[in-house]
């Protein structure tokens, strides 16, 4: 069965440091993998997946991602924090026996400071 | 092109009461998932339908919860009698394709549900 842990239900990092969001997943098969944010009020809102064409994926807002079969990984990152970037982030897989359904980690709030 | 709607924001009742969800997905998307955040948990998946049809409902917790999908397009999710345990966040999400493993889901703002 497939499942992600995200490490840290709280990241801050001052405006215009690096932001990096851990996520680790589990899965017996070839993973299709997440990462969703949410704004305050809003719904979730995809900012990039993998779906096995490229190892380092680039979605918007400037963020990526980079799957790393060996360490089972596929964590966020963004070389300079904006105060927009305040919301809660998502990982999730989906794959497997179970369609299309997304499981997903527990969150990361990610705070940023002036 | 308007994005997942829910209705209502959110919905206050008492043990014991009804409440009915209702999702309605970006027009001329085939799938409509449901899930549910509780309070300081992960977003869980409820049940998946295809059009009109549950393709898969292995995540609904117990049969007090109810969902349909009549022709297709709008979604409601009824809940009966509600219990406390029932409080959460009920996520939309709906996804053109066939439904597979990359499709990108789009979500609805939610909607959050107390039991009193």
């Known amino acids: 069965a497939q499942s992600v842990t995200q490490l840290g239900s709280h990241v801050s990092v001052s405006e215009g440091a690096l932001v990096l969001l851990r996520c680790n997943y589990s899965s017996s098969v070839p993973p299709y993998l997440f990462w969703y944010v949410q704004y305050p009020n809003q719904g979730l809102q995809l900012l990039l997946k993998y779906t096995s064409a490229a190892t380092l994926v680039k979605g918007i807002n400037g963020f990526e991602a980079e799957f790393k079969k060996s360490e089972t990984s596929f964590h966020l990152t963004k070389p300079s924090a904006h105060m927009s970037d305040a919301a809660e982030y998502f990982c999730a897989v989906s794959g497997g026996w179970q369609g299309g359904k997304l499981i997903f980690g527990q969150g990361t709030e990610l705070s940023v400071k002036p | 092109e308007a994005g997942v709607t829910q209705f209502p924001s959110h919905s206050v009742i008492e043990k014991g009461q009804t409440v009915t969800l209702r999702c309605d997905p970006i027009s001329g998307h085939d799938n409509l998932y449901w899930y549910r955040r509780v309070m300081g948990k992960e977003i869980k998946f409820l049940l998946h339908f295809v059009k009109e049809s549950k393709q898969d409902e292995s995540g609904m917790p117990n049969n007090r919860f109810l969902a349909e999908r009549t022709g297709g397009t709008y979604s409601t999710l009824k809940v009966q009698p509600a219990e406390l345990e029932d409080s959460g966040v009920y996520f939309c999400?709906?996804?053109?394709?066939?439904?597979?493993?990359?499709?990108?889901?789009?979500f609805g703002p939610g909607t959050r549900l107390t039991v009193l």
């Open positions: 999400a709906s996804s053109q394709g066939a439904g597979g493993l990359t499709d990108t889901q789009y």
